[in-house]
């Protein structure tokens, strides 16, 4: 698949995703289930449109440029973070079971499984992150 190719399925994605994410919003906004839910869900669509016009920018800058997006060593990167992100995450999310056990039988927590679930998500992305910084400022491959 070549890069406009590529493009035209991620702007094609991204509209999808912002308009089920919208008519979401909507729909729950006038049933009046729950306040908190619905702005919740209206930050993450707002939040999501920002990344994407952002990430939509960048690719399309790299498109008129003819520089492609990822070569060889940016791919070896992000392969190795993801790998990487992802045992420590499992490590995280098994430590983080316990702790959440323990709040449960001590009737400590109010926060609902839901949004444990959220918080472990967000750690998740961030361990991601922190890794691709990490291995792309040391450039380490092995």
């Given amino acids: 698949m070549d890069e406009k190719a590529r493009f035209r399925a991620f702007v094609g994605i991204v509209v999808t995703v912002l ?3 919208a008519l979401f919003v909507i729909l729950f906004a006038n049933a009046g ?12 669509i707002v939040s999501m449109a920002a990344i994407a016009l952002i990430v939509a920018r960048m ?15 940016t791919r ?20 983080m079971s ?18 444990w679930l959220m918080i472990y998500v967000a750690a998740m992305g961030s361990i991601f992150l922190v890794m691709n910084a990490y291995l792309t400022r040391k450039s380490v491959l092995r």
Avoid: C
Wanted: negative net charge; without cysteine.
């Fill in 76 to 95: 070896a990167i992000r392969m190795r973070a993801g790998y990487l992100a992802f045992y420590l995450s499992l490590y995280f999310v098994f430590g």
């Fill in 98 to 115: 316990f702790f959440h056990a323990i709040l449960e039988d001590n009737q400590i927590s109010s926060l609902p499984t839901s949004e």
């Fill in 19 to 21: 308009v089920v994410g």
């Fill in 59 to 73: 690719k399309l800058k790299e498109l008129k440029s003819g520089i492609p997006s990822q070569d060889e060593r």
């Fill in 33 to 44: 289930v729950d306040n908190w839910a619905t702005l919740m869900s209206a930050v993450i």
